[in-house]
């Protein structure tokens, strides 16, 4: 049973980008909160404070709000149990490890790294696994005090009690245990006065009234030593979902080598949020029949932490492709103008001429033809502007020696109307293909060539319309002039 008001959070380290594992992770909370009428907190994990990186909180939020994943509670939006960054609580966490000591389920170690790194030397020369010793458990008060005094650099350990079992009830993965001998004695607070990510992360979750953790499958084997520190402090044990690993096609782990993993590539490379978001809520879950399209709200209300895989989903750029083309051809005109009008204001085309009925009309024509809006700047920049240059191959081919006649009779044609329609550019090339006795054909190529400088694209006559017959007869007279057989 799903407790009443679930609280759940997404708890990233600002390392600079979102990888796509995170959204996927935050987006897995925040279905869970939306479709059970819980909190989606955001917790900002900052406390390796040699891994900040500049602006990475600041691009954490944009991206997660680019991605309609709002959240209820966290940064910038107090819901009484903050502050949700972790560096702004340190106070918090020394009064817990100050707690632990004296009840002795933590303790005080002061030893150096050389000593640390002997330990683990010898350790794997015998072949045991590398844990630390307990050397410093059995320091007395006074030898604590004195050291302390001394400003000798420490830490605080967990005081890992042996022969322990340890269950985790996972929700995705059953029933996972472990035994407490495997546990190192986990560092809970750093020299520098930091906690480590083990002690801050059980620490908010208690006190953020956390009842689901769910995060990738990477986190499993910190898993244990949360419980341990769960049950040492005395307090209530959230549930726990772990997602499975997203993969390579060539089931390695998803890695930077073998493409882009950060959400800001994929939005700079022109996904739709809808279809990234839709892509990533595949990874791992499916409503148990064939449905792939959704839309956000419709995964809130079909989302169940019960239907995640716990095998290793596979990342496959294709099927985020054609979930890209889907979700475009679903758009409207008008979504697609304003997304069109963004890839226009940040292109070389900026200071295009055409008023947005236009631009409709170029989208009309395109649509089909794209799998991301900005391929209509990319293929058809010639809407925006004269053409540069005239394809050489297209030259060669489609423009012959009777070309230059046949284009300006079919200037003549045109001139004779009135804000020519589409289909008045239609008749007047029909017209002086049957007067001069060619096939539409060599004059559609030439023509093509002249106002687009290129030879494929949308309808020859969609293009005329948009351009307008005054620009067209001027792109025509300019590759006149220009190109030279
Ligand atoms: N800060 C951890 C991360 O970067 C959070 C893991 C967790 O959700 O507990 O993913």
Redesign the pocket.
């Known amino acids: 049973m799903i407790s009443e008001n679930p609280r759940v959070?997404?708890?990233?380290?600002p390392?600079g980008y979102l990888h796509v594992g995170?959204l996927r992770?935050a987006l897995y909370n925040y279905l869970f909160a939306k479709k059970n009428n819980g909190a989606f907190i955001l917790?900002i994990?900052d406390t390796d404070r040699t891994r900040l990186v500049e602006g990475a909180v600041e691009n954490l939020i944009t991206t997660l709000k680019w991605a309609g994943l709002d959240y209820d509670e966290g940064p910038g939006k107090d819901g009484g149990l903050g502050p949700y960054v972790q560096s702004e609580r340190l106070t918090i966490y020394k009064k817990y490890t100050d707690e632990l000591v004296q009840q002795k389920k933590a303790y005080y170690c002061f030893c150096t790294s050389d000593r640390l790194k002997q330990l683990r030397e010898d350790q794997q020369k015998t072949g045991l696994q590398s844990k630390y010793d307990k050397h410093c458990l059995h320091l007395t008060e006074n030898e604590i005090s004195e050291k302390l005094k001394n400003n000798e650099p420490f830490v605080i350990r967990l005081n890992v009690q042996p022969d322990e079992l340890i269950h985790i009830d996972d929700i995705i993965r059953g029933e996972v245990t472990f035994n407490s001998n495997v546990v190192d004695d986990q560092i809970l607070l750093k020299s520098d006065g930091y906690p480590t990510?083990h002690l801050a992360?059980v620490v908010d979750?208690h006190l953020m009234k956390i009842t689901h953790?769910?995060?990738?499958e990477?986190?499993l084997s910190?898993t244990p030593k949360?419980i341990l520190l769960y049950q040492y402090f005395g307090w209530e044990i959230p549930k726990f979902a772990h997602l499975p690993l997203l993969l390579n096609p060539d089931k390695s782990k998803l890695s930077k080598r073998q493409g882009d993993v950060a959400v800001e590539d994929y939005r700079a490379k022109g996904y739709l949020k809808e279809a990234l978001v839709n892509f990533v809520a595949l990874l791992g879950w499916s409503a148990g029949d064939d449905r792939e399209f959704y839309y956000l709200d419709e995964l809130c209300r079909s989302f169940a932490l019960e239907r995640v895989n716990k095998a290793g989903a596979v990342f496959n750029i294709e099927k985020l492709q054609s979930m890209n083309f889907a979700h475009l051809q679903k758009k409207s005109d008008e979504e697609l103008l304003i997304l069109l009008k963004e890839e226009l204001a940040s292109s070389d085309f900026k200071s295009h001429s055409l008023s947005d009925e236009k631009l409709l009309l170029v989208i009309q024509a395109m649509k089909e033809r794209i799998n991301f809006v900005k391929e209509i700047i990319l293929n058809a920049g010639y809407f925006f502007t004269i053409p540069q240059s005239y394809d050489q191959d297209a030259v060669k081919k489609r423009w012959t020696l009777e070309s230059p006649q046949l284009l300006q009779k079919f200037i003549e044609a045109i001139q004779k109307t009135d804000n020519p329609l589409k289909e008045d550019y239609e008749n007047a090339l029909h017209k002086v293909a049957e007067e001069v006795a060619v096939k539409n054909a060599a004059i559609i190529h030439p023509l093509r060539l002249a106002v687009s400088g290129v030879s494929g694209g949308p309808g020859l006559f969609d293009i005329f319309f948009i351009l307008g017959k005054e620009e067209t007869i001027k792109r025509i007279n300019i590759a006149l002039e220009k190109i030279k057989t």
């Open positions: 959070r997404f708890a990233p380290s390392t995170g992770t917790r994990e990510y992360n979750d953790v769910i995060r990738g990477e986190w910190s949360h």
